[in-house]
Every structure is written in C-alpha cells, then in structure tokens.
C-alpha cells in the first residue's frame, strides 16, 4: 500500500511539471518598467519638447524607467513622480536655471554645450546610509532630481532647496569639463573630511553661526571634498545671494577664533568668479557700468517665479 501511494505520487508530480512546461505568457501581458514599450506623446511630452527638447535637446524622462531612475543598486525603494508635478517643476527649472544662464551669457550656447541630455524625476528622495540623496550628475550626460512629489512652486524654501540641488550637480558638470585653478583645494586644506562632515552644523538650520561658517565653508556638505567645496561656494551664492553671503555667512566667518574663515571664504568666492569669468565668459556679479551678473538674474527670476509660480 505505501510503495502505491509513492508511485501515484510521483505520476501526479510528472504530469504538474509537464503541465507547467507548456505554460506560456500571453501575448499581450504588459509588465511595466521593462522599457521597450512606445507611449503616445501627450500635451506634456509637447510642452517638454518645446521647452527643453528643441531648444536645449534635453531629454526629459518623468514615465517610470527603473535602469533611469536608480542611482545605484540597493534597497532603497523610489516611487514614480506625479504627472501634474512635471510641468510645474520643469516650469520652475526653466525658469530659474535656463533662463538666467541665457541672460547672463547672451545665448543657448552655453546651457546647449554643457546642459544635461537628459533630465530624469524621481518622485521620492533616495536614502542611503542616514543621509537623503536629492539629486545627482552623471557624468554631464543626465542629471537625476528625486523628491519632486513634494515639490510646491509656491513654497519660497522648496523652490530654493530645488535649484540649490540643481545648480549644485550643474557646477560638477562645468567643472569636469573644464577644471577650475587646482589652488582652490589648499584653501582650506586640512579641515576637508569625507564622512565626518555630517557631524558639523547638526541641529541648527537657522543658526547663524554654524560650525561650517567658523571653518570658512558655505555649510558643512562643502566640508565633504574640494569639488563640492567649489560648487557650494557657486550654488549657494546664487541660489541664496551675494548679501546673505556677506552679512551671514562672511559675518559669521569674522567671529571664527578656529582659522582665517573669513579669508577662506572671501578667496573661494573670487576662484569661483574668476573661474565662471576667464572659462565660461559668464559674470557672476554686477559691474560698475550696471550690467547685471548672473547672481542678480537668478535672484530676479526666483522672486518672478514666488510671486506668479509658473504653469506653462
């Protein structure tokens, strides 16, 4: 009786595998996120494409891409962005990015050169080890913008965190294609440390008087390397101005009894102006003939967009 109830057993299993040796996937089963599929352009895809595309031949992908969307492989877990967030953001993005580097160099050359191909959104922020990734440059091929879900162009702080992130990954890109003066990173040499920078600055998002600011950094990512040292110098200078650096930041370094923060500061600020100058042709502060520099046109393009957030 034992060795029959084997035998019937082992029958059953023979017919279930060959059963499953015939299943097939039907035709048309769409699995998302393989790629290879064709979307039907939208009202979106043109705007984009008359935005960024035919302008600036920049790519910009908001439809989920997985192989796009990852920075690297890991557990994190990333969510699509919502469709009514793209415009409004690459609105904003036009406006405070593209707009004021035309103003400031004369034309499309300069954002056609050097501007991303490729513009991919992310609708959540990526974290990685204790800190949160906002954005990143690959190489000036694309730039990565994550966290766009909680994206409102009426919010005066999200606007600036955004473009911070932006012109950030795009002073990375202008210096991998031309290096600025090698001098910069003895400035502050020694106070540089890649994995103790987060321990400056902790719980003082609106204290005046950082720990970064006393060692002659505009915060305490700068700390990281002399490559984000110099495009936070840049970024932040633009993104929250030339008088917040004086009168903050600059004020700030002058109480420093740790090192010539003040001096660090004011140096790194003249590199990075002379650099964006003598390389790209682009002035970053106004003359004394009332030319304005790029500094005053993204700080007029900010207050346009707060006051008549952008939506075409």
Not at 177 to 196: L, P, R
Request: aromatic share 12%.
């Amino acid at each position: 009786m034992r060795i029959a109830q084997l035998l019937l057993s082992a029958v059953l299993l023979l017919g279930v595998c060959s059963c499953r040796e015939k299943e097939t996937i039907a035709d048309d089963l769409v699995i998302p996120g393989l790629g290879g599929t064709e979307e039907i352009a939208n009202e979106l895809d043109q705007w984009l494409y008359e935005n960024f595309t035919q302008p600036y031949n920049i790519e910009v992908v908001y439809r989920w891409d997985a192989a796009q969307m990852y920075s690297n492989i890991s557990d994190t877990r990333l969510v699509p962005v919502m469709y009514d967030l793209v415009q409004p953001m690459m609105a904003v993005i036009r406006d405070v990015w593209f707009d004021p580097f035309v103003q400031a160099s004369g034309n499309k050359d300069f954002l056609c050169r050097l501007a991303p191909k490729k513009v991919v959104l992310v609708g959540s922020p990526e974290y990685q080890s204790g800190s949160i990734k906002l954005g990143e440059a690959e190489g000036g091929r694309k730039i990565l913008l994550m966290n766009v879900n909680n994206f409102d162009p009426e919010d005066e702080a999200q606007v600036k965190s955004f473009l911070h992130v932006i012109l950030h990954e795009f002073g990375h890109i202008m210096h991998q294609t031309v290096m600025f003066d090698k001098t910069f990173q003895d400035i502050s040499a020694g106070f540089y440390d890649s994995t103790g920078w987060k321990n400056y600055d902790k719980g003082k998002p609106n204290d005046n008087q950082p720990e970064s600011y006393q060692l002659g950094f505009t915060r305490n990512y700068a700390m990281n390397n002399k490559d984000d040292d110099f495009v936070e110098v840049f970024s932040m200078v633009l993104v929250y101005g030339k008088t917040w650096f004086d009168q903050v930041v600059c004020a700030s370094a002058q109480n420093s009894t740790i090192t010539d923060a003040y001096g660090a500061l004011t140096q790194k600020l003249s590199m990075v102006e002379s650099y964006m100058q003598d390389t790209w042709g682009i002035a970053m502060f106004d003359d004394e003939m009332g030319n304005k520099g790029l500094e005053t046109y993204v700080q007029e393009a900010i207050a346009t967009v707060l006051a008549t957030p952008p939506t075409e």
